[in-house]
C-alpha cells in the first residue's frame, strides 16, 4: 500500500547512499555473451525454486554469478536448504563465479553478539586509521594488513583488490568453503545447453511452474578465461552481479555537487566517511545554507 503526503521542509536530506535499480544483467554485463538473457533467476526467486518439484534421480547446480555480499546470501540461502535436507535441495550442488575478489568486514570483530566495551576500536576508527594510512597507491597492503590482523576475510585463497564493505562472519565463509564450489577472480561468460533443446532444460526462468524431470546430457558453463565446466546436472543461474552502473547518481561514483537542483542535500562521503560527511553537511546546511553557493564541493 502506497499513500502520498505533502509537507513543508527547510531541509530536506537525501541519505539513500544507491540509486539502485536492480542488479546487472546478461543483457549489460561486459563479460557476458548475452546467451542466458531471461534465463537467470534473482535471489527473490530462491524460495519459489526451493519450493518446487524435483525429480529425486535428477541434479540440480546452482550458479551464482557474482561473488559479493548478495552472492554470499543467496549461497548461504540455498545451502541452508541442502543442509537442512529439504527435499527439492537434497544432492544440490552450489558453484560461486565470484567475478573480482573481494574483501569483507569481519561480524565477529566488528559486530559481534556479545557486549562491546567502550575502549574497543569502533568501525569508524578503523575506517578512519585507513584514510590516515592510505598515498594513493597502498590501497593492497592497507587490505592486505586488515586481514592479517583478522578484521578483513575473504571468500577465495586469492588476495583481493577490493571490497565493497560487506560483512561476513568466520563460519559463513567457512560453511561456504566447505560445501560450495568457489571460482574466484574469473566472470561468468555464458552457457551452453544441448543443440536440440532450444527451450533450455538446464535453466529455469523466474516464471517457470516446473522444472525438467531428468537429463543425462551436458550443459557447458563458459568463463571469460576461457575455462570451461562441464556439468550433466540441470544448471539453475543465479543473478548476483554488481548493481553499480556508470549511471547511476549516487555520490560515490559520479561527480555531484552535494546540494542537488530539487534543493535537496546529498551527503555523499567527500569529507572521509560517510557518517562524518553526513554530520558537518547537514550542520552547515542547517547554520549558513548560503555557503553552497559559494564553494566548489564534489561527491567524489
Known amino acids: 500500500h502506497q499513500s502520498q503526503f505533502q509537507v ?46 524435483f525429480n529425486s534421480n535428477s541434479k540440480r547446480m546452482f550458479v551464482v554469478i557474482g561473488g559479493g555480499k ?106 561456504l568453503k566447505q560445501n560450495a564450489s568457489i571460482i574466484e577472480n574469473d566472470y561468468f561468460q555464458g552457457l551452453d545447453t544441448p543443440s536440440d533443446d532450444k527451450n533450455s532444460s538446464y535453466t529455469i526462468s523466474p516464471t517457470a511452474s516446473s522444472l525438467p524431470t531428468t537429463s543425462s546430457r551436458t550443459s557447458r558453463i563458459r568463463l571469460a578465461s576461457g575455462r570451461i565446466i562441464e556439468t550433466d546436472a540441470h544448471v539453475i543461474l543465479v543473478n548476483c552481479r554488481s548493481c553499480h552502473t556508470d549511471n547511476y547518481q549516487q555520490p560515490f561514483l559520479n561527480p555531484m555537487h552535494p546540494l542537488r537542483p530539487d534543493n535537496t542535500l546529498l551527503p555523499g562521503a567527500i569529507l572521509g566517511s560517510t557518517g562524518g560527511t553526513s554530520y558537518l553537511l547537514t550542520s552547515l546546511a542547517a547554520r549558513a545554507p548560503h555557503v553552497f553557493d559559494n564553494i566548489t564541493l564534489y561527491a567524489n
Open 70 to 175: 548478495t552472492a554470499t546470501d543467496a549461497a548461504s540461502y540455498i545451502l541452508s536448504h541442502i543442509q537442512g535436507n529439504h527435499a527439492n535441495a537434497k544432492d544440490a550442488q552450489v558453484l560461486i563465479i565470484t567475478g573480482r575478489s573481494k574483501y569483507f568486514f569481519n561480524r565477529d570483530m566488528f559486530a559481534p553478539k556479545r557486549p562491546v566495551s567502550s575502549d574497543k576500536t569502533s568501525l569508524s576508527e578503523y575506517y578512519l586509521d585507513m584514510i590516515l594510512q592510505y598515498d594513493g597507491t597502498n590501497s593492497s597492503s592497507i587490505m592486505s594488513d586488515m586481514a592479517r590482523k583478522g578484521l578483513f576475510l575473504k571468500l577465495g585463497d586469492e588476495p583481493p583488490e577490493s571490497t565493497y564493505g560487506g560483512f561476513l562472519s568466520p563460519s559463513e565463509i567457512l560453511t
Open 8 to 53: 513543508s521542509a527547510g531541509l530536506v536530506l537525501n541519505c539513500v547512499g544507491f540509486d539502485y535499480k536492480g542488479h546487472n544483467t546478461a543483457e549489460v554485463d561486459p563479460h557476458s555473451d548475452g546467451s542466458t538473457a531471461n534465463r537467470e533467476c534473482q535471489p527473490k526467486d530462491l524460495p519459489k525454486i526451493l519450493q518446487q518439484p
